[in-house]
């Protein structure tokens, strides 16, 4: 009996050996809290991830969050600040070898769902700048008629190339599949369109505010002669007034021509002498000045283009380096002067913007 109990005791202290730092030589056995490899994850929300040293073994351990050693505790607190494929590898290595796990999160981009009291206009403006021209400063080319756009209908005028405006939706304007998503209304005539261009906008953070990546909507101007991407151009303060110089990224020189030799056409809320705007040009293939001045509409994808609105679809977006990006909704949308023009007695090419909406919930 007593014999029976010692070698019990043995069996059980070597049992307990084998299952310790005492064997130094094995591999971390190392259990994961969550065991799944593909997850998936909020923005801004935290995700426990822990790794078990099931045997209370001697290891070095480490988390990387897309290759980025993060961690060397056991428990690793995920936090994604905005949407995007995380790659969080855990590593345990011992004398014996080395155990590893790796999670891939998916942090979707969030998204305000369409409710009974979404508004299917834009409701915030967030950001005006015109380029001079022949409104900037006057009744429909200041913050005030910027505002206009906010919750319904309106007018501003963004002035020559490069002018923008900012505006957000109260809701996530979903785009939908083989179908154009939005709507954007200006002042064309058949014969007369001051084409804009479109960018749009995820909420990526979700924080209500346009502080993501824009991506441009792809029109029918897209890569033909005369259109350039990344193209800059800086306006100078006049010191009285008049036609204000500019220069671009290429070389080139040129004028806003104002008709008043006092009228001020440099933005008044803009700090400094000179300021820099930057986008996409386009073609000025649809001008032309024998006899009537005319500018003829592009086939697709502009503002201020088609008389009675411009239908857009949220899948002709492109990113900086021209590829397409599948985006399933947006929250955001800037909208831009696209072409560098002075039309004679009608002044510069400057895009107006008179409604922006969700065209699911234009009636
Ligand atoms: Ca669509
Ligand atoms: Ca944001
Ligand atoms: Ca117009």
Redesign the pocket.
């Known amino acids: 009996m007593m014999k029976n109990k010692y070698t019990l005791l043995l069996l059980i202290l070597a049992l307990f050996s084998a299952c310790t730092k005492d064997r130094p030589e094995q591999m971390p056995i190392v259990r994961m809290a969550v065991e799944s490899t593909a997850l998936n994850g909020k923005v801004n929300e935290n995700l426990s991830l822990e790794a078990v040293n099931v045997y209370g073994m001697l290891y070095d351990q480490e988390w990387k969050l897309n290759d980025e050693v993060i961690s060397t505790a056991s428990v690793y607190n995920f936090t994604a600040p905005k949407s995007g494929i995380y790659v969080v590898e855990y590593t345990a290595t011992g004398k014996g070898g080395t155990f590893t796990h790796k999670y891939t999160i998916n942090v979707g981009v969030p998204t305000v769902p369409i409710s009974p009291n979404s508004n299917p206009y834009v409701t915030t403006m967030f950001e005006f700048l015109p380029a001079p021209g022949q409104n900037t400063n006057k009744a429909l080319g200041i913050l005030t008629a910027a505002k206009t756009l906010e919750g319904k209908k309106g007018l501003v005028s963004l002035g020559a190339w490069g002018g923008y405006i900012v505006l957000g939706f109260d809701h996530t304007v979903v785009?939908?599949?083989?179908?154009?998503?939005l709507i954007v209304y200006g002042n064309p005539q058949s014969n007369f369109a001051e084409p804009g261009i479109v960018w749009v906008m995820q909420d990526e953070n979700g924080n209500g505010k346009p502080d993501d990546t824009w991506y441009e909507l792809k029109g029918s101007e897209f890569g033909k002669a005369g259109y350039e991407r990344n193209y800059e151009v800086t306006y100078t303060k006049p010191a009285v007034g008049g036609s204000v110089a500019w220069k671009d990224n290429k070389g080139n020189t040129g004028t806003v021509n104002i008709s008043s030799a006092t009228f001020q056409s440099f933005p008044t809320w803009q700090a400094g002498t000179e300021y820099t705007l930057k986008g996409s040009i386009l073609p000025k293939t649809g001008l032309s000045s024998s006899g009537l001045i005319t500018s003829m509409p592009f086939a697709f994808g502009y503002a201020d283009n088609i008389v009675g609105g411009d239908k857009l679809?949220?899948?002709n977006a492109i990113d900086k380096d021209g590829k397409s990006v599948s985006l399933a909704g947006i929250d955001f949308v800037k909208i831009q002067t696209g072409i560098q023009a002075n039309l004679g007695i009608l002044g510069e090419l400057s895009t107006e913007v008179a409604g922006v909406a969700d065209l699911s919930l234009v009636k």
């Open positions: 785009n939908e599949t083989g179908k154009d998503d679809d949220i899948a």
